[in-house]
Every structure is written in C-alpha cells, then in structure tokens.
C-alpha cells in the first residue's frame, strides 16, 4: 500500500515514502548543513526510522562526524549523487532526517523553525518563524 508521502533522487532511481506528518521541520544555518547542501541552509525534517521505507533503487551513504561530535550517515542516490535523506544519527536514534528538496510533493510541509542562526549569512533575511543560535532544546 502506498503511503502518504513520497520522494525520490533527481533521476528517479532511488524513492522512498512514509506516512508521518512531520512536526520538526527546520530551515538549519549549520556548517555542516551548509556544506551537505552546497547552500546557505538545508531545510529538512524528521520522521521515524520504522515509518520510512526505501522503494527504489538501494541508497549510497557517507559516514560523518558532525561538529557536534556525532556520527551520521548522508545518503544520497549512487547514480545522480543528489543527496536524499541523514541516517543512523548518535544523537537522534530512530528518527531519519529528509531533504525537503526530495519529496515529490513538498508544498504542505512548512518550516517551524531556524536553527544555528549565528552561522546565517548576512544577506540572508530571516524568516518570520522561531529563531534559535543553536540546536533547540
């Protein structure tokens, strides 16, 4: 049976779907956010592990340590490279973080937040949602 949500690498090969409304949803300043995305930010949000099921094509990761300390699994489709979704984070075990970007149809899922501020350009205007420095507790 499909699910309510779906989404998918730039060329197709790798999808995923789950069925959790997503309640965490951050637009994040980090560096490692930064540097994952290849933009000022990333925004993405968090759905339980058991809820979210690959349907394609097998993902590819890369294994990191955060600035936090913290391991964490990028993945990413191995033909297209278009990153997909975070797994297997030390901090928050069972939940996988998406990609906005991914989902096939990202209009309903809003930002509730922004987080690491103190890293957000300049030039960028803040959004009129909860500000956090940090990692909101």
Do not use: Q
């Given at each position: 049976m499909t699910k309510k949500h779906s989404g998918r690498c730039a060329c197709g090969a790798?999808?995923?779907e789950f069925d959790t409304d997503p309640d965490f949803i951050?637009?994040?300043h980090c560096l490692d956010?930064?540097?994952a995305s290849g933009g000022e930010a990333a925004t993405w949000f968090g759905v339980p592990a058991d809820d979210f099921t690959l349907t394609g094509k097998p993902s590819s990761a890369f294994?990191?340590?955060a600035d936090s300390g913290q391991t964490l699994d990028r993945n990413f489709c191995p033909i297209c490279s278009a990153r997909l979704y975070t797994s297997n984070l030390g901090s928050f075990p069972g939940l996988v973080f998406v990609q906005l970007g991914s989902l096939d149809d990202p209009g309903g899922i809003t930002p509730k937040l922004e987080m690491f501020v103190k890293r957000r350009l300049?030039?960028?205007t803040p959004l009129n949602l909860p500000q956090f420095e940090g990692m909101p507790s």
């Open positions: 790798v999808t995923f951050a637009v994040c956010c930064k540097k294994g990191y340590v300049p030039w960028v």
